[in-house]
């Protein structure tokens, strides 16, 4: 069986490192990146089972960079989750048309449990 793979968007180095390491104990391929402006080429290249979006994040932010994802035929149906500390967490995720969301601070099982409803 293949690994699953997952792609996470974060500017936060530690919040990357930490992610990385929990899911690729768990037997996941994890790539990441600091900048979200090349969405496309990054999950052309990668082809990510799962998204994990911050929302703020240099070039573009998360909601632009989820929309790019979701209005392209090929990879509007990866799931997108999105990830941030905003008090408007569900209204950035809808308007990104992230399939769902994680606050920070995260639980990390939380987080774990969420990609796994994804991965099934």
Not at 55 to 81: C, D, M, R, S, Y
Request: charged share 30%.
């Amino acid at each position: 069986m293949s690994k699953k793979k997952i792609l996470i968007f974060d500017d936060d180095r530690a919040i990357l490192e930490v992610i990385t390491i929990i899911f690729e104990e768990n037997g996941y391929l994890v790539e990441i990146s600091e900048t979200s402006h090349d969405i496309i080429e990054k999950v052309s290249s990668f082809k990510p089972d799962v998204i994990l979006m911050d929302n703020w994040i240099p070039k573009i932010g998360g909601v632009e960079a989820t929309q790019l994802l979701k209005n392209h035929e090929e990879f509007k149906n990866i799931p997108v989750i999105y990830v941030t500390a905003n008090n408007d967490i569900v209204a950035l995720a809808k308007e990104a048309q992230a399939d769902d969301y994680v606050a920070k601070p995260f639980n990390l099982v939380d987080l774990e449990d969420k990609v796994a409803q994804y991965l099934g």
